[in-house]
């Protein structure tokens, strides 16, 4: 590993960590202040904002320095792209952040952004030279611009949830807390697995299956987490390990199942565990820290984000996709699983557009709508990569 | 069904729920509501207004946003059906797609085959869809762009108070403006760049109209788009073929007429090397094993100068000469040619030994062309090989006693030889595949022995003509600007009245309140004038408080 | 009223092109897999080749009497199957309809082999640019197409024709 890549690294971590105190800074700012006042933005706001900057130029050195080690924008697997995309979303809440002077979008949005830097950090970190399909300017071009637009889009999705946590009643049980928790639930689930894959790499644990993989032919696999369900026809080579509870067609990876099984358990304990000492609703746990938010400012923020965010993403996301997969691909249409849930992520936010502007779906119908725009993209950036992969399965 | 004439005189198109003129509301729900609904300034929408005959109704029917909105949403929830399997142009080229899905994914495979979601994107009920959507998008904005532009269009100064009202921000108090005041706000919002027109003390500052016309023109855009996708399949529009053409091989590019011909004079594959490659990537080299660097064909481009009929022999001109990679196609013409795929090593020549079984003495080489492979081998001084017959892609012997060939492609090369040597003049048969030698006719003297091969790749070039892709970046530069003109900028509004010794404030945007708020509190600071304030919020406010 | 007409008809012109454009779109693509391919009734691509003994033959050189256009390929079963009875017919209707046989994608020792082993007389050519194989559309082997004393496609067969009096019916459908 060359300097570069040793400073680039180190960069990255230290955006984490000014991530990280930004995001206790701005907790301190929406504070109820003792006067009970509506209040300006307040000291803490303003250090913490200024922190959030720093931390962002820290991250764009991290990208700058690994691009010029690699010789390419570091956008060409998973770790790079998430990465970059958290980059996105800090960024796109800096500008967010200077039109609307609210801390309390930095308490959702930061958390946020962490959680996507430990996630992306999961994958192969390592700088790979590009093989010959990605070699060209559109790569950087194309990609960029679709982590910048969901990066936006990641804004409206925060704000969304805010405005949720503000107005959902928590006093009694209903559709709109169960879904809140789902939400909750997922974001921690993230956090299940961080937690999860960390653990078992500390603790070095490795199995080694030989199987029979789609095509038929043999071929083997290690186990990073104790397998819970193993490959087709697998066999166990490794001593003493976890036996597969359940065999799995050859159609799945069970490799990558395992990993989202663990993760989902690991979620479930750290929701339960949370919810039995706070004795509280996740979503009802939170509330307080939205008590001085106005509404009103949190759906325009979220509307605002998605009238930005929507051009930037159909921009990159398709009209930059189409160029460059007419270059590469020979056709800049191809109904390739990560194309279709491009076009179903701006079918989506255009539906959005539609029923706010044509049939008036304001306040809370837009917020859970902006929510799921979000669980779209997220899908589109994880499942599809992971689990359908076509394509664009670089990573 | 005629027209209303509105209290101040102007008079409106059938339906019109806001007068065009001063907004005065026309219609009983209207009067009754807390705020105006300004989507379309209370204007007109025709399809509302008849609904008689069957071209009435298909037309209302399309004309609803309610109903562009589900086939927005159908289409979105059909386009990931799609996804959950691969489609039937991505499975394996070997298999059938009826026997794939079965054997791959099971019953679910055998059910999404059926449903016909293996070519869900090709399907009549898919592609009615999108066509349904191209059919919305024209009628719905037909029928809202030529009402709302009337109305934008016929807008007075002045106001009704009623309406100024039942906007969201608004402000009144009791008095007069002293006109060296309203100079003053004229000034600032002149310097907010507004257009400001006034009319006997009312006043009415606007900008931002054009992004109104956002949508519509974005519609338009897609509208183009579509239709280009549409002329794809017009015959001559679009060329999709496939060219595998192998080391030194000139072949005429199919979809051309006979007019190009390329010729493969090498082709270059390249995987990354960890001593030879940036040692930044010797991490990720030694992790993956295999990283490819580089497909690439150097090709030469030929012009058929005679362009004679198939099966004549081509006049041929060079060109161009160009090595083709990908993401680097070779242009000539309306035509691309991509590089797409290859196969390596497929055997052009065998070399073999006549070789003296007893003595190991070999006589001399014979080198088989297998694409052309000659009668007879010559090796002088009495000693000749004579080919009997050739299989290229030799699959056992058949029924008949004769060798069989699955193929015209030397896969599998067999032989059967005849070996003339000075002992045997009339030559001993000999039939020899690879790892197999059969002496049919009896033990032989001679042998041919396998001393060389000679390989050649193939390389999959993909042959591309699209003349729809200008329609293409039209529409979606077109759709793009729309965008941008509808997202980024925001139709702002401001009235200002004096009547009955009361002043009332108005304003109104189709986005960005807040924004606008603050922009109009910096303005009308200082001012006898009341700054509008926000009738939703402290509404809400109120309600809190109770 | 005069108005109300108006607009009727509008309407009624916009939706008649969108149902066009529509319906085009839907027939196109129906219709994509049909096309592009030689049907029966369409005239017959002209094209030139030489055959085995350097002879040329041009397909519009046989007007005014029928042909027996055959595309084959010696590692095919059922070509060699048919084969025999092309050789019997083609000497019964000598004048009247001539066979052409063009092999795809053999070197010219095995035709030569081919030929003689079965004894063919009549005019066999390789295709080696396979052009003559991509102007008809020829994809299975065998595929046969009689051309009338006219130059239109009569009849395509794909596949093996086993029985004699199968090409002997082919033959009496171009005789001139």
């Known amino acids: 590993m060359s300097d570069l890549v040793q400073w680039s690294g180190n960069l990255l971590y230290t955006s984490f960590i000014l991530y990280l105190i930004a995001t206790l800074l701005f907790g301190g700012a929406i504070l109820p202040k003792k006067n009970g006042q509506k209040q300006g933005v307040n000291r803490w706001g303003k250090l913490g904002i200024t922190i959030t900057v720093l931390g962002f130029i820290a991250q764009l050195g991290y990208f700058f320095t690994r691009w010029a080690a690699a010789g390419h924008a570091p ?57 010959p399909a990605l070699q060209s300017h559109w790569l950087s071009i194309h990609v960029t611009t ?167 993403f159909t921009l990159g996301g398709l009209i930059f996709a189409m160029i460059w997969a007419q270059i590469a691909w020979t056709r800049f249409w191809g109904w390739d699983p990560k194309e279709v849930w491009a076009l179903i992520t701006w079918l989506f936010y255009a539906a959005f557009l539609h029923l706010r502007l044509s049939r008036g779906w304001h306040g809370e119908k837009s917020a859970w709508l902006a929510v799921v725009g979000f669980v779209i993209i997220m899908f589109n950036l994880v499942a599809v990569n992971l689990v359908i992969a076509g394509l664009h399965s670089y990573a | 069904m005629g027209k209303v004439k509105c209290e101040c005189g102007h008079v409106n198109p059938h339906g019109t729920v806001l007068c065009e003129s001063c907004g005065r509301a026309l219609t009983e729900e209207a009067k009754k509501e807390k705020f105006h609904d300004m989507r379309y300034e209370g204007s007109a929408r025709r399809s509302q207004t008849y609904n008689k005959t069957i071209v009435d109704k298909v037309w209302n029917f399309f004309s609803s946003v309610k109903v562009g909105v589900w086939l927005i949403v159908l289409t979105l929830i059909a386009s990931s059906l799609g996804t959950i399997f691969p489609q039937e142009f991505y499975i394996p080229n070997n298999v059938t797609a009826d026997t794939y899905y079965e054997d791959t994914y099971g019953i679910a495979g055998k059910i999404y085959y059926m449903l016909g979601f293996h070519d869900l994107y090709n399907s009549i009920w898919f592609i009615a869809l999108v066509a349904s959507i191209g059919v919305s998008l024209v009628i719905c904005s037909l029928d809202r762009v030529i009402p709302l532009h009337r109305a934008l269009k016929n807008q007075r100064v002045a106001r009704h108070t009623t309406f100024m009202k039942k906007q969201r921000l608004f402000a009144s108090r009791e008095g007069t403006i002293e006109p060296q005041e309203i100079g003053k706000v004229k000034e600032s919002l002149k310097e907010s760049r507004y257009h400001i027109r006034e009319e006997d003390g009312s006043l009415l500052a606007e900008k931002g109209r054009f992004s109104r016309w956002g949508p519509y023109v974005n519609h338009i855009g897609l509208i183009i788009f579509l239709i280009g996708a549409m002329l794809r399949s017009v015959e001559g529009m679009y060329v999709d073929e496939l060219l595998w053409i192998r080391e030194g091989e000139t072949l005429e590019i199919p979809g051309t007429d006979g007019e190009y011909y390329l010729k493969n004079e090498q082709f270059i594959m390249e995987n990354y090397d960890k001593e030879k490659d940036s040692e930044v990537f010797s991490e990720a080299i030694e992790e993956n094993g295999v990283i490819a660097k580089n497909y690439q064909t150097d090709a030469i481009l030929y012009r058929d100068e005679n362009r004679d009929l198939p099966g004549a022999e081509p006049e041929l001109v060079e060109v161009k000469k160009e090595d083709i990679r990908v993401n680097e196609p070779m242009k000539f013409d309306q035509f691309a040619l991509y590089q797409n795929g290859f196969s390596q090593n497929e055997m052009k020549a065998m070399e073999f030994m006549l070789t003296n079984k007893e003595t190991q003495e070999a006589v001399g080489a014979v080198k088989i062309d297998l694409f052309n492979p000659k009668d007879v081998y010559d090796l002088g001084n009495g000693y000749k090989v004579e080919l009997l017959g050739y299989y290229p892609d030799y699959d056992g012997i058949g029924k008949d006693g004769e060798p069989k060939t699955k193929s015209p492609v030397p896969n599998n090369p067999a032989f059967l030889f005849n070996l003339v040597s000075p002992e045997h003049p009339d030559g001993e048969v000999a039939f020899t595949a690879i790892r197999q030698t059969m002496e049919p006719m009896g033990e032989t003297d001679y042998k041919m022995e396998f001393s060389n091969i000679e390989t050649r790749d193939i390389s999959a070039l993909t042959v591309r003509k699209d003349l729809t892709l200008w329609i293409l970046a039209l529409g979606g530069t077109i759709f793009m600007i729309g965008v941008i003109q509808g997202s980024f900028w925001a139709h702002r509004r401001l009235w200002i009245r ?16 807040h924004g606008l708020q603050r922009e109009l509190d910096s303005i009308i600071e200082h001012t006898s004038i009341p700054s509008p304030e926000d009738q939703q919020a402290s509404e809400q406010s109120g309600k809190e408080k109770n | 009223m005069n108005k109300k007409k108006k607009r009727l008809i509008m309407r009624s012109v916009i939706l008649a092109v969108l149902a066009l454009a529509v319906g085009y779109t839907f027939y196109s693509n129906l219709t994509k897999e049909a096309r592009g391919n030689l049907q029966e009734g369409d005239q017959a691509p002209d094209f030139v080749l030489t055959d085995l003994s350097g002879e040329k033959h041009q397909l519009s050189d046989y007007e005014g009497k029928g042909v027996f256009l055959n595309f084959w390929g010696t590692w095919c079963e059922p070509c060699k199957e048919e084969m025999p009875h092309m050789e019997k017919l083609s000497k019964e209707y000598e004048g009247q309809v001539e066979v052409l046989a063009v092999n795809v994608g053999d070197s010219e020792l ?61 033959f009496e459908q171009v005789k001139p």
């Not at chain 1, 992306?120 to 390592?126: I, Q």
């Open chain 1, 75 to 131: 956008v060409s697997n998973l770790f790079e792209f998430i990465t970059f995309f958290s980059m996105m979303l800090v960024g796109a809440f800096i500008i967010i952040y200077f039109l609307y002077k609210l801390p309390v979008l930095g308490v959702f949005a930061l958390p946020v952004a962490l959680v996507t830097i430990a996630y992306a950090s999961m994958f192969p970190r390592e700088v790979s030279p590009l093989i």
């Open chain 1, 146 to 312: 679709v982590a910048a637009g969901e990066g936006i889009l990641a804004i409206s999705f925060i704000a969304g949830l805010i405005y949720l946590v503000k107005t959902i009643d928590q006093s009694k049980k209903s559709k709109q807390t169960f879904w809140l928790e789902a939400i909750m639930y997922g974001l921690i689930a993230v956090i299940g697995f961080v937690v999860i894959t960390t653990s078992f790499r500390l603790a070095g644990y490795e199995a080694e299956f030989n199987y029979v993989n789609k095509e038929g032919q043999a071929a083997s696999e290690t186990f990073t987490l104790p397998a819970i369900v193993g490959p087709n026809e697998g066999e166990l080579l490794t001593e003493n390990r976890f036996e597969p509870i359940a065999e799995m067609p050859a159609f799945i990876n069970a490799k990558k199942l395992n990993t989202v099984i663990w993760s989902l358990a690991t979620g479930f304990v750290l929701y339960w565990l949370i919810r039995l000492l706070s004795r509280k609703r996740v979503g009802a746990l939170v509330q307080p820290l939205v008590k001085n938010v106005n509404k009103d400012l949190m759906d325009e923020v979220s509307y605002r984000a998605v009238l930005i965010g929507f051009p930037v």
């Open chain 2, 498 to 513: 004096q009547v009955d010794g009361k002043v009332y404030v108005a304003a109104h945007t189709n986005k960005n309140w």
């Open chain 3, 110 to 170: 095995q035709t030569k082999k081919f030929a003689e082993q079965y004894g063919l007389t009549f005019p066999i050519a390789i295709d080696s640019s396979k052009e003559v194989q991509k102007a008809y559309g020829v994809n299975p082997l065998p595929a046969t197409f009689m051309i009338s004393p006219e130059g239109k496609v009569e009849k395509v067969v794909i596949g093996g024709l086993v029985k004699e009096n199968q090409v002997r019916a082919l």
